[in-house]
């Protein structure tokens, strides 16, 4: 079982869902507990496969534990804790580094699980609003938190992590996940494009420190557009962003769209509303995949309804590198399902930190 000091009953008698998980030091994270759950409950096309958050180096767990706060850093480790001033200008594999180091099953929340709450939201009708718009939500006039830092005009810049109203909790309740909509752009794991060629660590994989994600790795696969079925989804990719076959991102008629060939391509970040289409040759096992790792609107349904969320992209650079959520100055573009492919691993700036995540992987 997960190693739960017993000072946090306190803390489980108010909010069962909420965990406080102590490293291999003795320190305390405090965590939200998110049960696994089918496609089928998730999205109105999906199946009885259950999201792959929940699917971690072959093994299926029945729960994941989702830090409640962004992080922030102490003796160079990264920690879930409230009314902080979360860690920025760190990079990919800073973040990585200073997760792991807590010992077995911490890491940095990965993209399947950040999906994995985007579609909950959604389906619950609980998308959260946040600071992206310096220290507001742009759609809120009245509600503030406590600020931690300013811009160079002055303006509110970051929040102190969970000082915000119950509507920025992903499921608008105490025991809810804060700040996954604005405050900073977290870093997701396991997600790149390639020139333009998505590319995972496939499932959950990423959540085992084990997992190689150097950016030579293996374990790096593309996307087959024809895939037969999920156990046909992933493709040795030839490192140059141009696998025969493999899903790319393409812009088109300034939205996104998935393909198999890219018809323009441009070493820059461009930004559009999450309405991303696909062109013809994409299976629907290859759809239901970007659906589940919110990559993809389900059929039919416009990007309105994902809370105007933005997808930042630059599909012609080498490897880019995915951070989720927006920061305090993206208003309506911020949320649970704002993505950003613009930098490499190496890429820090005052506006990008992350939020640790803990998986059991083993008896301990």
């Excluded at 946040?130 to 005009?153: Q, V």
């Excluded at 990559?295 to 995915?322: M, S, V």
Aim: one cysteine or more.
């Amino acid at each position: 079982m997960a190693n739960f000091d017993t000072s946090g009953l306190a803390l489980a008698a108010v909010c069962p869902s909420n965990k406080m998980i102590l490293d291999d030091k003795g320190m305390p994270g405090f965590y939200v507990q998110v049960g696994a759950q089918k496609l089928s409950a998730l999205l109105t096309g999906g199946d009885d496969t259950v999201h792959p958050a929940f699917r971690v180096s072959g093994v299926e767990k029945p729960y994941i534990y989702i830090g409640k706060y962004q992080g922030v850093e102490d003796n160079g480790r990264i920690y879930s804790l409230p009314g902080v001033d979360p860690k920025v200008s760190i990079t990919h594999d800073q973040y990585i580094d200073r997760c792991q180091a807590k010992g077995s099953g911490h890491h940095c929340i990965t993209a399947a699980e950040r999906a994995f709450l985007a579609l909950w939201c959604r389906k619950n009708g609980t998308m959260p609003k946040g600071n992206n718009n310096y220290g507001k939500d742009s759609s809120e006039a009245l509600y503030t938190a406590i600020p931690a830092a300013y811009d160079a005009d002055g303006r509110i810049a970051r929040l102190l992590t969970g000082t915000g109203p119950l509507s920025w909790r992903h499921n608008g309740a105490l025991d809810g996940i804060c700040d996954l909509n604005g405050n900073i752009w977290e870093w997701a794991l396991g997600i790149r494009l390639v020139h333009g060629e998505l590319q995972v660590i496939p499932w959950n994989n990423a959540a085992d420190p084990d997992v190689d994600m150097s950016a030579t790795s293996a374990q790096w696969q593309a996307i087959k557009a024809s895939a037969s079925s999920w156990e046909d989804l992933f493709i040795p990719p030839n490192g140059q962003g141009t696998t025969t076959g493999s899903v790319k991102l393409d812009y088109v008629s300034e939205h996104w769209q998935w393909a198999t060939t890219i018809t323009s391509q441009e070493d820059s970040i461009r930004n559009a509303v999450f309405y991303l289409t696909t062109a013809s040759g994409l299976s629907p096992a290859a759809k239901l995949f970007l659906q589940t790792m919110a990559l993809l609107p389900e059929d039919g349904q416009e990007g309105d309804t994902y809370g105007g969320d933005y997808l930042f992209a630059n599909n012609a650079a080498e490897a880019r590198y995915a951070y989720c959520g927006g920061g305090w100055n993206n208003g309506s573009g911020a949320g649970v399902f704002a993505l950003n492919f613009g930098y490499d691993r190496s890429y820090s700036y005052s506006n990008v930190g992350g939020r640790p995540a803990y998986a059991e992987l083993a008896a301990e």
